[in-house]
């Protein structure tokens, strides 16, 4: 089944690519919140959702794209956890830094994950205790998490937050730098960074498929309080994150 999600995140990713690298129209609009949604975004969703009905035509999906009655979705103890482009902003700025994540939750962890970096053609997954780097379809590598004497600290571009500064100038000792998307993740899972610290909200739909795919390479995720990072929607009021950390150890 990996197989044929990793293949799905690449067909979502294609669609998205020729947006990107054409005219065609994009229409933008705002949520709530006031961060950015595009026909982009919708048309992705549609290529996951369809897909993954056909998959696995029983399990229930729950994407960003989509409005949910909250109490309706408590009940799911397995689901399909979707964002079909993370990091729109990035997408609008054409710095590459956006991803499909698609991710499969059960009873409230995400035992496998995909994210697909369609601008770079590079593909990250995990299943269960194992993660992967794709560069081409079919080629897998394993990767791993790896600590430093002096850590790279990943942090987001387009979130700054207070409390992130008084994070890092609690630190004496590392480097930063600053990434759109779920790559942080991905960057920490294959060695290359080594702490994701994050204070502003997020959703589960932001997290969960890089979450699954740092802990099969060895790091963590955790709240600040020390906790796993949980995706029970039994235990929720809603589809928010409190703060957490990616780390390798």
């Given amino acids: 089944m990996l197989d044929k999600i990793c293949g799905l995140a690449r067909s979502a990713g294609n669609t998205i690519m020729k947006f990107y690298n054409s005219e065609k129209f994009i229409n933008i609009s705002y949520k709530s919140d006031k961060t950015p949604i595009t026909n982009v975004d919708h048309e992705a969703n549609s290529i996951i959702k369809k897909g993954l009905s056909l998959i696995t035509p029983n399990i229930p999906i729950l994407s960003e794209e989509e ?29 590459g830094e956006f991803t499909v994540n698609i991710s499969l939750i059960k009873n409230g962890i995400p035992v496998l994950g995909v994210i697909y970096a369609p601008f770079f053609d590079i593909l990250y997954c995990s299943l269960n205790k194992h993660a992967w780097k794709e560069k081409k379809p079919g080629y897998k590598e394993r990767i791993y998490v790896s600590k430093s004497k002096v850590p790279l600290l990943i942090t987001s571009r387009s979130h700054p937050d207070k409390e992130l500064k008084d994070y890092l100038r609690a630190r004496k000792n590392y480097r930063i730098k600053k990434m759109g998307s779920s790559l942080k993740f991905c960057l920490i899972a294959e060695g290359i960074a080594h702490i994701y610290p994050r204070f502003g909200n997020t959703h589960i739909w932001d997290t969960a498929a890089g979450h699954s795919i740092v802990v099969a390479a060895g790091g963590k995720v955790k709240t600040w309080t020390d906790e796993n990072l949980n995706y029970s929607l039994s235990s929720r009021r809603s589809f928010v994150n409190t703060g957490f950390c990616a780390s390798t150890s």
């Fill in 67 to 95: 409005l949910y009655n909250f109490k309706i979705c408590q009940h799911w103890n397995h689901y399909w956890l979707v964002d079909p482009l993370d990091g729109t902003k990035e997408f609008l700025k054409k710095n």
